[in-house]
């Protein structure tokens, strides 16, 4: 019984995700299905490679990943079927593969779709579940698609270095409206080095120290925490950090509108150490 998640930008408005479910179950109705989640923002990469990154790792070994993310930003030729630590993904070649990795895969096979085919997402749902079907049965890779397909790669958005600082970026902001940043913890204390610090953030609001929980302060105080996906998280204890402070993560929506203004268009948390 192949266990397989959905995480997609469809919502929830309509018929659709739905209708995944149940061309995945008419295909095999073995399947087990768990959403991840259906209300990623649209275009947006680095939240879609944290949310589903955080998620995988959690799985049972050899799980299938479903990721139905920007499917169309080019006319697709192919789907990604990747194997790496021990779990599959799916997804469209645009990019978002290398992103939620932030690794060469172990294996990568490039899964065409058919030139003449009506290329929906329906149908995308409809190959991706004959290709883990084909797995789950032990059919050999090349009856499946192209072994080693070349395929889109996008740098993951990482965090800048400084010999006595690193900035990150905002890539998420939860339905408390915690901010999460791409650090680390991993990456925090390796650039900290057992130094003090000051993580800055909208130029006058500073934090001292890391807590272990949202109650380690008053109620209303501002705090910051690694989360349990291990990246650092603003947030106010009983409070809604984002709309309080004003933050706002990554957004490619406004990617080109900024650029032309000659602004970021992601909004940045750095950190000092003394």
């Given amino acids: 019984m192949p266990l397989v998640t959905l995480t997609s930008d469809i919502g929830s408005q309509d018929y659709l995700v739905g209708a995944i479910k149940g061309r995945l179950l008419r295909i095999d109705p073995a399947f087990q299905i768990i959403d991840i989640s259906h209300s990623l923002s649209p275009f947006n990469y680095p939240q879609a490679a944290y949310v589903c990154r955080s998620a995988i790792r959690n799985f049972p070994e050899f799980t299938f990943h479903v990721v139905l993310i920007n499917l169309f930003e080019s006319k697709p030729e192919q789907l990604l079927l990747a194997f790496h630590n021990n779990q599959y993904v799916i997804c469209a070649d645009n ?3 290398s992103m939620i990795l932030e690794d060469k895969p172990e294996m990568v096979i490039g899964i065409p ?8 997402t329906l149908y995308c749902i409809d ?7 084909q797995l789950a049965n032990g059919e050999p890779v090349e009856r499946i698609g192209i072994p080693d397909a070349e395929y889109n ?4 958005l990482r965090p800048l270095l400084g ?11 939860d339905n408390f409206e915690n901010v999460v940043v791409n650090i680390t913890q991993e990456q925090f204390e390796q650039q900290r080095k057992g130094r003090r610090f000051k993580i800055v953030f909208k130029r006058d609001e500073v934090i001292e120290r890391i ?4 109650a380690d302060v008053p109620q209303g105080e501002k ?8 990246y650092m998280e603003i947030a106010i204890n009983k409070g809604n950090a984002a709309g309080l402070f004003g933050l706002r993560g990554f957004n490619e929506n406004t990617e080109s509108h ?4 000659n602004r970021l268009f992601y909004q940045t948390v750095k950190v000092f150490f003394e």
């Fill in 95 to 97: 990019g978002l593969l």
């Fill in 113 to 120: 779709l058919e030139k003449a085919a009506i290329k929906n």
């Fill in 127 to 133: 190959i991706a579940a004959r290709a883990i079907t």
């Fill in 153 to 156: 790669e996008k740098n993951p």
């Fill in 163 to 173: 010999e006595s600082w690193i900035e990150g970026q905002i890539i998420f902001i």
């Fill in 211 to 214: 807590s272990g929980s949202y």
């Fill in 223 to 230: 705090l910051v925490l690694f989360n349990s996906a291990g």
């Fill in 258 to 261: 900024a650029m032309m203004h």
